[in-house]
């Protein structure tokens, strides 16, 4: 099965701040790396699909970026709202899906 | 407007079974693949189950594999997970997503879950 390091668990950061969470696959994923958004007692939301691609309505404060077992998730300028935790997940041929441990963000 | 709206969760003992249902609307259910994914209390995302458009292929994650078994009624527009021998690592927040999969000649070249439910509450417990 394929293994995802997502890092940090948890982050501090100030609003207008750059913010950068990435995630390793233990093999080769391609660009199947897919990045959420949950806030508390809510349901995940999709940000960021197939690594780079921003999802239609979403801010372009966040992107993201890499290929193979690399991958980096960005917001440029760290705003109120963004508080939440961060996931990757990553898809395999055998029709397996792993989401990485999660990244809780916080407002230092 | 897609809506997923969970129900069928609940308390139930140790050894015991549940089936949670997955009411799908605002889209042609019949043409995506649908997921349940779990997240204990106050722990992260762990995917369970998926299933293809039309039910005949299944997948599940090594944790459920032979206890929970995944289907869909492509005429009621509902996913359904079945849940048997339930154990108390099982307590978690169930939910339904959709994959949409990105296609070019027949070859998946990416695919996401873009839409989620509100979750359903799996307590097993004594």
């Known amino acids: 099965d394929i293994q995802m390091t997502q890092s940090p668990s948890s982050l501090s950061a100030s609003v207008g701040d750059r913010v950068t969470i990435t995630c390793q696959a233990s093999q080769d994923i391609s660009n199947y790396l897919n990045w959420y958004q949950q806030k508390p007692g809510k349901a995940p939301k999709l940000l960021i699909y197939?690594?780079?691609n921003l999802e239609t309505g979403v801010p372009s404060r966040f992107s993201g970026s890499g290929s193979g077992t690399d991958f980096t998730f960005t917001i440029s300028s760290l705003q109120p709202e963004d508080i939440a935790t961060y996931y990757c997940q990553q898809y395999d041929n055998l029709h397996m899906y792993t989401f990485g441990q999660g990244t809780k963000l916080e407002i230092k | 407007e897609v809506q997923l709206v969970e129900s069928g969760g609940g308390l139930v003992q140790p050894g015991g079974s549940l089936r949670l249902s997955c009411a799908a609307s605002g889209f042609t259910f019949s043409s995506y693949w649908m997921h349940w994914v779990r997240q204990a209390p106050g722990k992260g995302l762990v995917w369970v189950s998926r299933i293809n458009s039309d039910g005949s292929s299944t997948s599940y994650a090594d944790s459920v594999k032979g206890r929970f078994t995944i289907s869909r009624d492509n005429a009621k527009n509902t996913l359904y997970l079945q849940m048997n021998s339930l154990r108390a690592e099982d307590t978690a927040v169930y939910y339904c997503a959709r994959e949409t999969r990105i296609t070019i000649f027949g070859v998946v070249i990416g695919n996401y879950f873009d839409y989620w439910g509100q979750g359903t509450l799996v307590t097993v417990s004594s």
């Open positions: 197939d690594a780079s």
